[in-house]
């Protein structure tokens, strides 16, 4: 490891909020697995790179990691939901969700996920152009909106999409001003970016209420909390207590979905067709695989487990570009990680970015080869060498939910499509809180 000076790091800092993904890349490359720099008085911020450091601060000891204060900006949107919250409280919560994320669940949501796929290419025709992160954010947000509240949300996508937009430049903002790092609420001040977001946020909220509304009207489905996660939420009573959760929390829980499980799975989808786009030989086998093993049927959950390379695709478009670039933490407690002395009160990263391409664990890391991720390809890999989404016990609660849906919906696209990104046009990955592609994705479709 190797520990930049604060006057170095300060020299770094432009390049740094300019291109992150390079400047992390280039410091790894440069000073080896664990880099540690200053952010403020201090405060260190230390950069892991290796499974090993990753898997210790995820699992190994992660009693003595709290998210990090970057992630303070998101409490703003999404509240006290699980995403954010901490403690006694996240744990209670935690136990209370998990159980509607299971697969039996999951399964369940399968229907509304192809069929969103099929209305969304219902709408397309033979050589249209499409703007791929558009179409497949509003595809993410329909089956969201038919998850979690049973409802038709495709009417709300021009509105969500730039508020999502704005949310995002709003926390790059909040936690790339030096303010933020020496003041403890910060992120409270009314400032004018701070005013835009909370207008932002009302309109996601509308959305949330009108729902809820919509669902006290028609009370909520059978009362066994087996219908939409709205009505699991509900339903929901806490072993030890037996209370429900408050209406407040319902409305966190929900926002965290919307917010958590819609923008990730659009972003892995425009990286996958962008990735077939220029690797034909993946997409034919694509193409044949959802040939011979649908023969024409729409897809059910039993049918994407058998999608054995549409399944690796969709994998190997998360270890290049998972949408969850880079996890942080705060240290509760003084810690070592790499022969490196971790601070209470650091920072430490651990970016699925930089894990995805660790030279000891991946061969020609920089290469799209989904064969990586067939099942006996992936033996004897470190399970921390593949983390998009996360690990230990915040890790992603919907990973099964979002794997199903992305591979759903590549299934159902690809048997009808092809989609080729416009000419000249590579899109590049920009580190918002996601890692979304930087401007627009123009996209031809041809149908097959
Ligand atoms: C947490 C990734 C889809 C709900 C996380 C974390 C990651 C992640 C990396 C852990 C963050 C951390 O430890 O700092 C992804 C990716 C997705 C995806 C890459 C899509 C490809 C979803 C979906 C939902 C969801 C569809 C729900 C509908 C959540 C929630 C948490 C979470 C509630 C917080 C869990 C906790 O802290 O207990 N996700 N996610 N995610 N995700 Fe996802």
Redesign the pocket.
């Known amino acids: 490891g190797v520990r930049l000076t604060g006057r170095e790091a300060l020299a770094l800092l432009p390049y740094a909020r300019r291109d992150a993904l390079a400047f992390y890349a280039e410091l790894l490359a440069r000073h080896g697995d664990t880099v540690s720099m200053p952010v403020a008085p201090r405060t260190k911020f230390h950069v892991l790179s290796r499974p090993e450091h990753v898997a210790h601060v995820l699992v190994g000891n992660q009693a003595n990691y709290l998210?990090a204060r970057t992630y303070r900006p998101l409490t703003e949107v999404v509240g006290n939901?699980?995403?954010t919250s901490e403690g006694e409280h996240?744990a209670r919560q935690?136990r209370l969700?998990q159980p509607m994320f299971s697969r039996r669940h999951v399964v369940s949501f399968g229907g509304d996920m192809a069929s969103a796929a099929t209305r969304a290419v219902d709408t397309w025709a033979d050589d249209a152009r499409i703007e791929a992160a558009t179409t497949m954010s509003a595809l993410a947000l329909d089956v969201?909106g038919r998850a979690l509240f049973g409802a038709d949300l495709t009417g709300d996508a021009a509105g969500v999409a730039p508020t999502m937009d704005l949310l995002m430049d709003r926390m790059i903002r909040v936690t790339s001003n030096p303010l933020f790092w020496i003041t403890p609420n910060y992120h409270e001040w009314r400032t004018p970016n701070r005013r835009k977001a909370d207008a932002a946020k009302a309109r996601l909220d509308a959305i949330v209420d009108r729902m809820i509304a919509d669902r006290k009207r028609r009370g909520s489905g059978d009362g066994d909390g087996d219908g939409d996660l709205l009505d699991m939420l509900l339903a929901a009573r806490d072993a030890e207590s037996g209370t429900a959760m408050s209406e407040q929390q319902v409305r966190d829980e929900l926002m965290?979905?919307m917010v958590?499980?819609h923008e990730?799975?659009a972003n892995?989808l425009v990286w996958t067709f962008s990735l077939l786009s220029t690797h034909p030989e993946a997409r034919r086998r694509l193409e044949s695989e959802v040939d011979s093993v649908l023969a024409g049927r729409v897809p059910d959950a039993d049918d994407a487990d058998k999608l054995e390379w549409t399944n690796a695709v969709v994998s190997e478009a998360?270890r290049l570009y998972?949408?969850?670039w880079t996890?942080?933490r705060e240290a509760i407690a003084d810690d070592e990680v790499d022969g490196v002395r971790i601070r209470a009160g650091s920072m430490v990263a651990t970016p699925p970015w930089l894990v995805h391409r660790h030279p000891e664990h991946w061969t020609n890391p920089e290469g799209f080869d989904p064969e990586r991720f067939l099942p006996e390809a992936a033996r004897g890999r470190h399970k921390f060498a593949y983390l998009?989404?996360?690990g230990g016990r915040?890790?992603?609660?919907?990973?099964g939910?979002?794997m199903l849906?992305?591979v759903l919906i590549l299934a159902v696209i690809t048997q009808r499509y092809r989609l080729d990104l416009a000419p000249g046009v590579r899109p590049r990955p920009d580190p918002m809180i996601t890692l979304r592609p930087r401007g627009k994705v123009p996209m031809t479709v041809r149908a097959r």
């Open positions: 998210k939901g699980l995403l996240w935690r969700v969201v965290t979905f958590a499980g990730t799975t892995t998360l998972p949408p969850a996890l942080e998009p989404f996360g915040r890790q992603c609660v919907g990973s939910f979002a849906e992305a």
